[in-house]
Structure formats: C-alpha cells, structure tokens
C-alpha cells in the first residue's frame, strides 16, 4: 500500500479548500439568479439572496453536497490514497447500523423532550398551523425533511468523522484528533445563526459545549461500531425527530413542525431560538451516552482503517482486513478481544484474516520460546539428554541343579538373549555417555 503523498495538515488544508471553493461557486452562481430576478421583482439581489438563504437554508446547503462529497472522494482516493469506503462506510451491516442508531438518538432526543417538558422549560400550545395546509402538504413536507436531514448527517459524519478524523488522528494522535475535529463541529454550526439576532448568537454560544460533546460521541461511536452508519442514524434521527416531531429549532434553523411548543425560560434551560441543543440539560444525558460507550471494547476494523495512513508495507488492493503491523500492547488486546463469529458483523474474508493474524501471532510466540530454550541448551554444561536405544530383553537362567559335592561352588548367570539386528533401533546421531560398569567381584556363593 503506498504512502501517501502529502502530510495529514497539508491535505486537510487541501480538502477544506476545495469545499470553501465549491460554496463560493454556489454563491456567486445564487448572486447571479437573484440580479436577473430583481428585473422582475425592482429589489436589491443582495436583500433578495439573503432573503432566500434565510428562508431555504437547509434545501440551498443540500446543492453544495453532490460536489463537496465529490472532492472528499477525490482527496482520500488521489491524496491520502486509500478507497473513500476505507472512512468507514463499508456496506457490511450498513442497514443495521443505521437504524440502531437512528432509534438511539430518536430515544435519546425524545428524553431530552421530555425533561424540558416536565421541568416548564416549554409548554406545547396545540398543533401546528403549518398541518391546515392539508395532509398531502404535511406529508410531502415530513418526508422532505427525512430526507433532507438524512443527507445532512451523511455529509456531516464523512466530513468530520470521516476525512477530518482519519487525517487528524494521523497527525496528532486519537484523543487530539477527536478534540479538534469536535471544536470544529461545534463552531461551524454557530454560523446557522451568524447573520441572527444577539439572542439568538448568545443561545449559539451556550450550545456550544453541548455541540462538542455530541461530536465526541460520535467519534466514539465510530470507534466502537467500526463504521460510520451508526453516527449517520443516530445523527439523521435527531435533527429530524427535533425539528419536525418535537417541534424545536435544530441548530437554530426552523423546520417544517408537528407541533406548536413555546419556550417560557431562559435560554441556557430551554435552548432559546437556537433548540434544544443549547439547553444545558443535555450535558448530563451526552456525558452518560460518551461514559457507555466508551465501555465496549473497541472494533478491529475501525482500528484498522484509522491506522491505514501510517502503513505502506501491504498491497494496494487489500481487502477489508490488512495484515497485522506494529502495535503496542493495548492495541493487540483491543484488537482481538471481540469473539471470532458472525454474530458479530464480521464477513468471511474479515473473519478469515483476523484468524491469520492469530495464528502468525501465536507461531512467533512459539518460535521465540524455542529459541530462548536452545539457547539456554547452549549455555549450559551438560549435554543435551539423548534418548538412548531399548535395554536387550534379560531372562534369568534356569536354576542349575545342586551339586552332589558340597565343595563345588555354581555360580547362577543371567542368560542375555537380544533382539535380531534387523529389530534393533538405529543408534542416534549423539552417542550416549558410558555407563558404569559393574563391579568385578563375584557373589558369595551360597554355602550347601
């Protein structure tokens, strides 16, 4: 796998370049359609822009995604030199992933509602007046939004979760990675509300650490999950379930809305103009969510991808495990700690792989405690034991019959019969030490 081509800064310089010039084309191409339009409509194409940018934010931001994801591919492919699937978006357990995530953050913003709720922090008057436009229209609006929404945690997830985390943990480390990436989170959302009213940027700037947190908790989402489809779920469901079902601002923009809720307290409980996200009682439910999750043993092929930009020792074409590198301690633990099987979300090849690496593991081990054994052998001042050849069968003589002479003295000897020299087992290479011979003397003979 080559290396590739330039340092982790100066391609995230790169990418974000290209993604500040395609909104810059966006804008210059809204700008032009707002002059020729104010032939019709004798106003300012800057009022008439800044107009529309404030009424259809979420629908002119999804115009600039099909070019920006673009030029995200074409950075990790051309520039980090890794597939844009290696981000963590492999299709093994895609649907699965989302939908766990998408009910996770549908119950967890659904209980931040609910305490807002139960302390007064909102009240909810009725349903909304955008339901009398008719149920086609309502409908029409609630799947918009999905979709919207849906797209938007995609871009999101594969922006900062995916090439920003990758690219950052190979410059500054992991726990570096996840804090740059999370503070970069946060202050690009306070620009929903850059050209709004003072309320509404001081509620921006009490979301903030709320804005972090949730970053974080994606990071560790991926991290544990081993692809990104859980943080696209859980992120997707939340905006949408916030701003169209629990009828709240989502980072300070208004959506299409179910309900019609009031806010009745300040903006540090209630969220203000900017939503639930401001509210400072999410801290606690974020800080209970990163303290779980950080809990489950962390996958080997989120492992694997974020260390993919350090190697360059494995073939291009590697499939969705490479083989194993140098890791410390921890990482190896880690690594093997989920249980080998299917249950586990694992393919065949991924399966297969992670077996090889075991059993190279556990040769090496296995060939380093027989060199220390030799060389142990080596050192010392005995010779190595040799196995030494069968002992010939020993048969005891027949007893000879007593003598008439009490004078003469018989002397019984064991009768030695060995094996034919075919059955013989060859000698070993060593030769055996000598044994002891046996004494010379005779045994008493017994006296008749």
């Known amino acids: 796998m080559p290396a590739p081509r330039f340092h982790p800064l100066t391609r995230l310089f790169l990418c974000a370049l290209g993604l500040i010039v395609a909104s810059v084309v966006l804008g210059v191409m809204l700008f032009a359609g707002s002059a020729i339009a104010s032939v019709w409509t ?23 995604y099909p070019a920006n994801l673009l030029w995200i591919s074409y950075c990790r492919t051309h520039f980090d030199l890794r ?34 709720w139960l302390t007064g922090a909102i009240s909810v008057v009725g349903w909304s007046p955008a339901l009398n436009a008719g149920l086609g229209y309502s409908l029409l609006a609630f799947l918009g939004y999905a979709y919207t929404f849906a797209v938007v945690g995609f871009f999101e997830e594969v922006l900062f979760r995916g090439y920003a985390l990758h690219n950052l943990n190979n410059w500054l480390g992991w726990k570096a990675a996840v804090a740059v990436q999370a503070v970069l989170f946060g202050l690009i959302h306070l620009l929903n509300v850059a050209g709004g009213t003072r309320e509404a940027q001081i509620a921006a700037l009490g979301a903030l650490p709320a804005l972090i947190l949730i970053a974080v908790f994606f990071a560790l989402c ?3 999950t ?105 990482d190896r633990e880690n690594r093997f700690r989920t249980k080998f099987g299917t249950s586990q979300g694992f393919s065949a090849e991924t399966l297969r792989e992670l077996r090889d690496l075991q059993e190279a593991r556990e ?9 220390a054994r030799l060389a142990a052998l080596a050192t010392s001042s005995f010779a190595p034991p040799v196995v030494a050849a069968p002992e010939a069968e020993k048969v005891e003589a027949a007893p000879i019959p007593k003598a008439d002479n009490p004078k003469i003295e018989v002397e019984a000897r064991p009768v030695q019969i060995t094996q034919p020299e075919a059955e013989k087992t060859p000698a070993p290479v060593a030769p055996a030490p000598p044994a002891p011979t046996p004494s010379a003397k005779k045994p008493p003979s017994p006296r008749w």
Not at 83 to 106: C, I, P, Q, V
Not at 363 to 371: D, G, P, T, V, Y
């Open 363 to 371: 040769k090496q081990e296995r060939e380093a405690q027989e060199s």
């Open 226 to 330: 081993g692809s990104l489809w859980f943080p696209i779920g859980f992120h997707a469901a939340w905006n949408f379930c916030l701003g169209c079902v629990f009828s709240l601002p989502v980072s300070g923009i208004e959506t299409f809305r179910l309900l019609d809720v009031q806010t009745n307290q300040s903006s540090w409980l209630s969220g203000g103009s900017f939503g639930a996200e401001g509210s400072w009682l999410l801290l606690p439910i974020l800080a209970a969510l990163i303290f779980f999750i950080s809990l489950a043993p962390d996958h080997p092929q989120a492992m694997l991808d974020l260390e993919l930009l350090d190697r360059a020792d494995e073939p291009a074409t590697a499939p969705v495990i490479e083989e194993e590198g140098e890791e410390d301690d921890m």
């Open 83 to 116: 597939s844009f699937t290696s981000l963590g978006l492999r299709r093994r357990r895609a649907e699965a992933d989302a939908l766990r995530g998408a009910l996770t953050g549908a119950l967890a913003i659904g209980l931040l509602w609910s305490i807002l």
């Open 42 to 64: 004798a106003r300012r194409p800057d009022e008439q822009l800044l107009e529309v940018a404030t009424r259809y934010a979420l629908p002119l931001t999804l115009l600039s």
């Open 222 to 224: 991926y991290r544990k």
